[in-house]
C-alpha cells in the first residue's frame, strides 16, 4: 500500500509533465521517470544507406505525426558486440540490432528544466573507431541530468562505412576529399543540437562535447576541424586524442586503403561497393592485410598538417578538460621488455641524450625496465596528447589521472584502473555497472561527476564542496590525481612531457 501511495505521489506531481516536444521536424514522444524525461532513437541525420553511402550526412526529413522515441535506435554496423577482457557487458553496445540505419540521438532533460537553458552535455562513445553506441548502459544520462544538465549521446558511422577513404569517393565528394564519415556525423549531430535542444531545456550556445578513448579521439577531430567552430564551447577528452598520431593517416595512404577494399570485394567502382550488403562489407574489413580504418587527415574535415594546426592556434579554442587513466598503458603492444632491450632502444632513438631520458624512465634491472616501458606506454597513449592540448589551447586546460583500482567482483579477474573504468565514475552510472561498490567509491563517483557537471555548467570544475583543481600551468605542471580517500594536485610528469616533445 505504501508503494502505491509513492507511485500516485510521483504521477501527480511529474504527471503533467510534457514528454511530447516539437522538434523542427516534427514531434517525439519520450517517456518520465519522475525527475528526469527521456527521450530515444530521435532520428538526426537521413539514414545513410545506398547512395548516401559513403557520404556526409545529410539533414534528417520531417515527419508527420508523432515519432515514438522511447527505445534506443540500433547500433551502426560493426562486428557483433561482445564482452571480452575487462569490459563486462555494461561497457559493450547491444548485440542487436545492428544496422546502417543508425544516425540516432537521445536525450535525458530534468523535468523541471524546461524554461531555464539548462547546459548541454554531449557524450561520443569509444571503440577504436571501428566499434561502439550510444546504447551502452554505463552511458545512460539519468544521474547526470538529475544534476542539472540536459545529457545528448549520438551515433556514428564506424569501421569501413564511417571512415574509407577512396579517389572516387574524394571526386564525387565537392571538396576533394573522403573518410571521416562517422566525424561528420557527430558534428551533423552538433547540428541538429543547434536548432532544437533549446524544445529539451537545453541552452544551444552552451554545449560540452565528451568523449572516451576513439570517443576522446573524436572530440579532438572537432576541436581540430574549422567544419565545428561555434558548434560547443567546451570539450572533455578522456585516454586519448590525435596529438598522439595514432589511428590516423593521410589522405593519399587512406585512399590507397580503399582501393585496396575494393579489390579485396572483387569491386570495380563504388556504385558496386553501395550495391552490397553492409554485413559483407563488415566482414571483409576484417582482413587484417588492410589495416583499420580511421582519422584521415584529408584537408576538409581535418587540416592536412595537424600538428602545425594546433602549434599556429588554429584549432577551434575552447575550455578543455583531459586525461587518462594508468590502464591505458596496457593498450599498446609491448612483448618482452629487458634491461638490455629497453636500454638499447633509448640509445637508438634518443642518441646522445640517452642518459637524460634514463634518469626518467629508469632500466637498472629487467623489473625497473618493464615498469619504464608501461610508463611510456601510459604517456605516449593518453598522456602526450592531454599534455600537448594543455600546451597549444589558449584556454584554461585541466588535466587529471585516474589511478583509482574498482572493487574486485567475485570470480572475476582483477584488471587494476583499467582502460575506461573511469567512465562510470565520471558519468554517475556506478548502479549500471554490476559490482559491489564501496562507500569510498561512491564518494569518488560524486565527486568525479560533480566536477564534470560543473565544468559543463562554468567552464571550470571546481565548486563547494570539492578539493580544488588547479588549471593545467605549463610551468608547475600540476594535474589532479583521482584515488578513493585522496584527491589531490599533483606535479607529475611534466619532465618527462618536456623531454618527449623537445626530442
Not at 160 to 171: D, Q, T
Not at 190 to 214: E, H, M, Y
Not at 363 to 378: D, F, I, R, W
Amino acid at each position: 500500500m505504501k508503494n502505491l501511495i509513492v507511485l500516485l505521489f510521483v504521477v501527480s506531481f511529474y504527471g503533467n509533465a510534457q514528454t511530447i516536444v516539437q522538434t523542427q521536424n516534427g514531434k517525439v514522444e519520450g517517456y518520465s521517470n519522475g525527475e528526469v524525461q527521456i527521450f530515444k532513437g530521435i532520428p538526426f541525420a537521413q539514414p545513410p544507406v545506398d547512395e548516401l553511402r559513403w557520404k556526409a550526412p545529410r539533414p534528417v526529413h520531417n515527419w508527420e505525426g508523432v515519432k515514438q522515441a522511447k527505445e534506443f535506435g540500433p547500433s551502426p554496423i560493426q562486428n557483433r558486440p561482445e564482452p571480452f577482457l575487462c569490459w563486462t557487458e555494461e561497457f559493450i553496445a547491444k548485440p542487436e540490432p545492428l544496422s546502417e540505419d543508425c544516425l540516432y540521438l537521445n536525450v535525458w532533460t530534468p523535468t523541471k528544466g524546461k524554461d531555464q537553458k539548462l547546459p548541454v552535455f554531449v557524450w561520443i562513445y569509444g571503440g577504436g573507431l571501428s566499434s561502439g553506441s550510444a546504447n551502452c548502459d554505463i552511458y545512460d544520462g539519468q544521474q547526470m541530468a538529475e544534476q542539472g544538465v540536459v545529457f545528448v549521446s549520438l551515433n556514428y558511422r564506424v569501421g569501413v562505412l564511417g571512415f574509407m577513404a577512396h579517389p572516387e569517393l574524394s571526386k564525387e565528394s565537392g571538396h576533394d576529399a573522403s573518410g571521416n564519415y562517422g566525424f561528420m556525423d557527430q558534428l551533423e549531430g552538433l547540428k541538429w543540437i543547434r536548432k532544437n535542444i533549446a524544445a529539451f531545456g537545453g541552452d544551444p550556445k552552451n554545449v560540452t562535447i565528451a568523449g572516451q578513448s576513439a570517443g576522446s579521439f573524436s572530440v579532438n577531430a572537432q576541436i581540430a576541424s574549422p567544419l565545428a567552430s561555434g558548434y560547443f564551447n567546451k570539450a572533455i577528452c578522456q585516454s586519448g586524442g590525435i596529438l598522439g598520431g595514432r589511428l590516423m593517416q593521410d589522405l593519399a595512404t587512406a585512399e590507397e586503403q580503399g582501393l585496396r577494399f575494393m579489390k579485396s570485394a572483387n569491386a570495380t567502382s563504388i556504385a558496386e561497393l553501395r550495391e552490397m550488403p553492409a554485413v559483407q562489407l563488415q566482414e571483409l574489413s576484417n582482413n587484417s592485410n588492410l589495416g583499420r580504418f580511421g582519422v584521415v587527415l584529408d584537408n576538409y574535415f581535418l587540416p592536412k598538417d595537424l600538428f602545425e594546426h594546433f602549434k599556429t592556434g588554429k584549432q577551434n579554442q575552447v575550455k578543455v578538460l583531459t586525461g587518462w587513466v594508468t590502464g591505458d598503458a596496457n593498450l599498446l603492444p609491448m612483448g618482452e621488455v629487458t634491461m638490455e632491450s629497453f636500454t638499447s632502444m633509448a640509445n637508438e632513438r634518443f642518441g646522445g641524450n640517452s642518459d637524460e631520458f634514463l634518469k626518467m624512465f629508469p632500466a637498472g634491472n629487467n623489473e625497473e625496465a618493464l615498469q619504464s616501458q608501461q610508463k611510456m606506454n601510459l604517456l605516449s597513449f593518453a598522456g602526450l596528447p592531454s599534455y600537448l592540448l594543455g600546451t597549444y589551447m589558449d584556454r584554461d586546460v585541466w588535466l587529471y589521472e585516474f589511478t583509482h583500482v574498482p572493487t574486485d567482483k567475485p570470480g572475476f579477474p582483477n584488471y587494476g584502473a583499467f582502460h575506461t573504468s573511469e567512465v562510470p565514475f565520471a558519468l554517475h552510472t556506478l548502479d549500471q555497472w554490476d559490482r559491489s561498490w564501496q562507500a569510498e567509491e561512491r564518494k569518488l563517483e560524486d565527486q568525479m561527476s560533480a566536477y564534470w557537471v560543473n565544468f559543463a555548467k562554468t567552464g571550470n570544475p571546481n565548486g563547494e564542496g570539492l578539493p580544488q583543481w588547479s588549471s593545467y600551468n605549463q610551468n608547475e605542471g600540476k594535474l589532479l590525481i583521482f584515488e578513493t580517500g585522496k584527491l589531490e594536485s599533483n606535479s607529475k610528469y611534466l619532465e618527462e612531457f618536456r623531454f618527449i616533445t623537445q626530442n
